[in-house]
């Protein structure tokens, strides 16, 4: 076999065997029942249960709770600073899984420097990941207020009212995605299903048609496109699009949360950043997560398998 074939097999293992590299995941979160909305006191951070996290998780967080404790203390610590704080902690939680505690810290960073979009936009997403789309709404909302154009803080906006059930809401949240970017497939898909949802199947299909265009590679387009399509009584393309039904979805470019699991210094991100790597032919990159995973955790069987299959499709069969 030679090296061009050997990182294909590689690329097709890392994209049809993810199971490979599934851990137990992270608790949910329910240490803080409630958290305040921004403006409110800032209550102490305490942190959740850290124990059914790897160790090299607890230490980060509970290094990064000390950085926060030292900001606060600190004479003459400015309010943007404090808030910095209290955001890397929130955004650790947050990837930790722990979305209360998360949105705790992302609220008490609003109250600091609101004029900071971030922690409106953190906040926002560690509302979505609580289930509360009508806090998330309101936080993407303030994030919007500060940065008007954000691309990403307009589409979550326009889900947040559509998983709430506000199609007016919804429709002109993606509208003004649509104005900012007109080929935003993210945007011209929840427009699509926003008119769906009203019975507008005529002006789905447009938005469904325009979405693939700007990404063939979306196949979790079609379906909705085909009830579009049998909704009109146009039985045909509704089967055409049916046959074609798939589970990739338009990608958003979200530069704020593209590193979410990436903050997390565990075997697991490793060696999720490692398959991310090899489904793109990284195998430099793959290679180097894959042993960091292992630093971590020398004893991982899924490890060692994805750095073997990363060592022989770039050439180094005796390493693999």
Not at 38 to 44: C, I, S, V
Not at 240 to 254: C, F, I, K, M, T
Not at 259 to 279: P, T
Request: aromatic share 8%.
């Amino acid at each position: 076999m030679n090296v061009r074939l050997l990182a294909s097999v590689a690329i097709a293992l890392a994209t049809i065997l993810p199971a490979a590299c599934t851990r137990t995941a992270a608790p949910s979160s329910s240490e803080q029942a409630a958290h305040p909305s921004p403006g409110d006191a800032l209550t102490p951070i305490v942190l959740p249960e850290l124990s059914g996290l790897a160790e090299s998780v607890q230490r980060q967080i509970r290094e990064r709770k000390s950085d926060l404790d030292q900001a606060l203390e600190r004479p003459g610590a400015s309010r943007a600073e404090q808030a910095a704080a209290y955001g890397g902690l929130g955004r650790l939680l947050m990837a930790a899984k722990f979305s209360d505690a998360a949105a705790t810290c992302f609220s008490h960073a609003q109250s600091l420097a609101p004029d900071d979009m971030r922690w409106a936009y953190y906040y926002g997403h560690a509302s979505l990941r609580n289930g509360d789309r009508a806090r998330a709404a309101e936080a993407f909302e303030r994030a919007l207020k500060i940065r008007p154009d954000d691309q990403a803080a307009l589409v979550w906006l326009g889900e947040s009212y559509l998983d709430d059930d506000r199609l007016d809401l919804a429709q002109s949240a993606f509208q003004r995605a649509l104005a900012v970017t007109p080929q935003s497939a993210p945007a011209l898909f929840g427009a699509g299903r926003t008119a769906l949802a009203r019975r507008d199947f005529a002006g789905a299909t447009h938005y469904f048609e325009r979405a693939l265009a700007a990404d063939a590679r979306a196949s979790a387009i079609h379906y909705p496109l085909a009830m579009a399509y049998r909704g009109l009584g146009d039985t045909q393309m509704a089967d055409a699009h049916l046959r074609q039904r798939g589970s990739s979805y338009p990608v958003l470019e979200d530069p704020l949360m593209q590193d979410d699991q990436d903050l997390l210094e565990s075997a697991v991100s490793f060696e999720s950043r490692g398959m991310a790597a090899l489904k793109t032919a990284d195998f430099a990159g793959a290679i180097a997560a894959f042993r960091k995973g292992l630093e971590l955790a020398p004893d991982d069987t899924s490890l060692r398998y994805w750095l073997g299959a990363a060592l022989y499709a770039s050439g180094d069969a005796d390493g693999a």
